[in-house]
């Protein structure tokens, strides 16, 4: 197995975690309600974190690995979703949420799949809050990290919902 490979076994696993985030929200009684909370006036809700997720795997196999714009499929609502954005009031559905980070994953894995392991330390990307510029391998493993630091405020955000209706 290449590595390319192994890293994309890894964000497969942390996909199924964030994934069953969402179903269980989708089991909720108001799963609209759920998704729209927010732990504290100007914090992101569970909603705006896994958006995010998926924005941000679309940014990175269109934009940051690949330069191929005419293949975004969302580029509409990056800037709402996007690393330094502040969450809004209008909350995607599950649905929504489900087909971005889909959508996502497909266009990086697609990206992914035209690169080899030869590039990992050759390619090179440009953080744009760090001004970095940062391997593949670093930024896959900055991708790995990514989905489970967002499910990870997304799940605590949901605990917190469960009780403050305690």
């Known amino acids: 197995m290449s590595t390319l490979e ?30 729209g909370w927010r732990p504290g006036e100007g914090r992101a809700h569970i909603a705006w974190q896994l958006m995010h997720i998926g924005v941000t795997e679309e940014l990175f196999g269109v934009e940051r690995l690949a ?6 499929r969302h580029a509409d609502i990056w ?8 969450p809004d009031d209008t909350i995607p559905s599950v649905d929504e949420i489900r087909q971005v ?6 266009l990086m894995s697609e990206t992914l799949a035209s690169l080899s392991d030869d590039q990992l330390e050759t390619l090179t990307w440009m953080h744009p809050r760090m001004q970095k510029e940062l391997s593949l391998r ?16 997304a799940h605590i955000t949901l605990n917190l919902y469960r009780a ?3």
């Open 67 to 72: 330069s191929r714009p005419e293949a975004a």
């Open 164 to 166: 403050s209706q305690a």
């Open 79 to 86: 800037e709402r979703f996007r690393g330094g954005s502040t």
């Open 138 to 153: 670093t930024t896959l493993q900055i991708v790995g990290w990514h989905e489970g630091h967002h499910q990870g405020q």
């Open 6 to 35: 192994t890293y994309q076994e890894s964000f497969a696993f942390n996909r199924s975690r964030t994934l069953a985030l969402l179903d269980s929200i989708a089991e909720m009684e108001s799963p609209a309600e759920v998704l």
């Open 101 to 106: 980070l889909s959508d996502g994953r497909e």
